[in-house]
């Protein structure tokens, strides 16, 4: 058994943090931008990808099929998640691969435009797990090129797609620039991790609180199964938040909650949001930095941001 897991966390006592205003939740959206990173042998990849509304492998030729329902996501899905963060008034991170951004800049440009945070979610929408160190490498540095020259800022958080490397927090440390990364799906709050004894702030993400789980048989058919669960979520986190501090993730895909049959259910979980008080929608940058200056780490601020940063 590793000795590094932590099973205990906060141990039920988190620092006292105060949200901004007073919100009893942070809610963090997240919109994962990967169309035109998928696997695709048209693109000179390896292979095709496999996973998108069904589970499928073209093997030896190209897949118009499965490249066209990512394209979905750009072309039809991003339009209407972007009206309904617009309508709601929600600040997002866009978890942006570098390829995507690389073939769709203009996307990234919108989301900048509306106010959006722009975040690294690899170079292509592949696991880390099995990389050299050199490509890993490689791969951050390209990812964190593309979205800079897209977004007009380098991206400030992370977010492999699947298992990491054991290498990634060493080479993200590396690099340079990132406030936070969100490989990790332990907590329902921001924590420190010890890297190289260095000290690393992560961002917890969520599986269940997605619309992921609308494909491969995760449990969602119809948009209310994603408003339901979310506001089940929401509800109880918020509860909670009036004894202590609580964030919440919600994780969106433009070709999966941006389809006419599921945009529904993200709309009625927003109106159920905006429906209450004590809540603060916010970039996972903005969680991150207020975090680490509420519980007195302005250190890692100067360090990743700079001294006139703090």
């Known amino acids: 058994m590793s000795p590094t897991r932590d099973f205990r966390g906060y141990a039920g006592r988190p620092p006292a943090v105060l949200w901004p205003d007073g919100a009893r939740l ?18 000179g990849d390896e292979r095709n990808e496999s996973v998108y509304e069904v589970q499928e492998e073209i093997v030896g030729v190209p897949d118009p099929c499965m490249e066209s329902h990512f394209e979905y996501g750009t072309r039809a899905g991003w339009p209407r998640i972007r009206a309904l963060l617009k309508d709601y008034g929600v600040a997002a991170t866009l978890n942006a691969n570098g390829r995507a951004v690389a073939l769709s800049p203009w996307l990234a440009q919108e989301g900048v435009a509306d106010g959006h945070e722009v975040a690294a979610h690899g170079w292509r929408w592949e696991r880390h797990a099995h990389m050299s160190e050199a490509e890993e490498r490689s791969a ?47 907590d329902d709050l921001p924590y420190l991790t010890d890297v190289g ?69 993200l709309e009625r979980f927003l ?21 680490l200056e509420a519980t007195g780490r302005q250190d890692i601020l100067a360090r990743v941001l700079g001294p006139t940063a703090v």
């Open 140 to 186: 951050i540095a390209r990812t964190v090129a593309a979205i800079t020259e897209a977004a007009g800022a380098p991206p400030r958080g992370w977010h492999t797609r699947s298992a990491t490397s054991p290498n990634t927090r060493r080479l993200l440390l590396e690099q340079g620039g990132f406030l936070y990364d969100s490989n990790a799906y332990n």
């Open 197 to 265: 004894g260095t000290d690393h702030l992560v961002l917890p993400y969520a599986f269940d609180t997605n619309d992921m789980r609308f494909t491969r048989n995760g449990g969602f058919v119809f948009g209310d199964d994603f408003a339901h669960y979310c506001i089940d979520a929401f509800d109880r986190l918020h509860a909670e938040g009036g004894q202590a501090p609580r964030m919440m993730s919600v994780g969106l895909h433009l070709r999966i909650i941006g389809r006419p049959g599921r945009i529904g259910g």
């Open 271 to 291: 109106a159920h949001v905006a429906s209450k008080s004590g809540v603060w929608f916010a970039r996972r940058d903005q969680i991150a930095r207020h975090w």
């Open 26 to 43: 942070a809610v963090s959206v997240v919109v994962n931008v990967e169309e035109g990173a998928e696997l695709a042998l048209s693109a």
